[in-house]
């Protein structure tokens, strides 16, 4: 599974640097996870570090 970016993101860059897997890209107009790569911060954080940083909760979980 992976995190998702929502229209809630303001482009601020905050979460860009905290991946782990290098997952986050800037997109047009809002950051875009590659879902290939997003791990969900397992194995490498207790918490998933974009959602951890986000000021406006962009970063959510797919609701399986
Ligand atoms: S949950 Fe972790 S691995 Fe996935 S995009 Fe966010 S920081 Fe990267
Ligand atoms: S931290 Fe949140 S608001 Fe900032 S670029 Fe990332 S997803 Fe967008």
Redo the contacts with the bound molecule.
């Keep these: 599974m992976a995190l998702y970016?929502t229209d809630?993101?303001?482009?601020?860059?905050?979460?860009?640097d905290e991946c782990p897997n290098g997952a986050?890209s800037?997109g047009d107009p809002?950051?875009v996870i590659d879902p290939d790569k997003c791990t969900e911060c397992k194995g490498d954080f207790d918490e998933p570090q974009?959602a951890s940083?986000?000021?406006?909760?962009?970063?959510q979980k797919l609701i399986p």
Aim: hydrophobic content about 40%; aromatic content about 4%; overall charge negative.
């Design positions: 970016i809630d993101c303001i482009a601020c860059d905050a979460c860009l986050i800037e809002i950051y974009c940083v986000c000021p406006s909760d962009a970063c």
